[in-house]
């Protein structure tokens, strides 16, 4: 995702790799980020739990 700055902090987004969704509701447990986190706060070493997809390979579904 190329400008995080754009993102609303309920923006979901999913993984252009395996269609994985972040959804910030949810958070993401296999990292221990909790529910609530927008993806733009996501931590820099942050990957996709599901294929290890770096984060710039995420595109916002809404």
């Not at 509701?25 to 996709?48: E, M, N, S, V, Y």
Request: aromatic content about 12%; some cysteine; glycine content about 8%.
């Amino acid at each position: 995702m190329g400008n995080r700055d754009v993102l609303r902090p309920g923006s979901r987004l999913e993984c252009k790799i395996c269609w994985w969704v972040y959804d910030p509701a949810l958070g993401d447990p296999q990292w221990q980020i909790a529910p609530g986190t927008p993806f733009a706060d996501l931590p820099a070493h942050w990957r996709c739990p599901n294929c290890d997809g770096d984060a710039e390979q995420f595109l916002m579904l809404e």
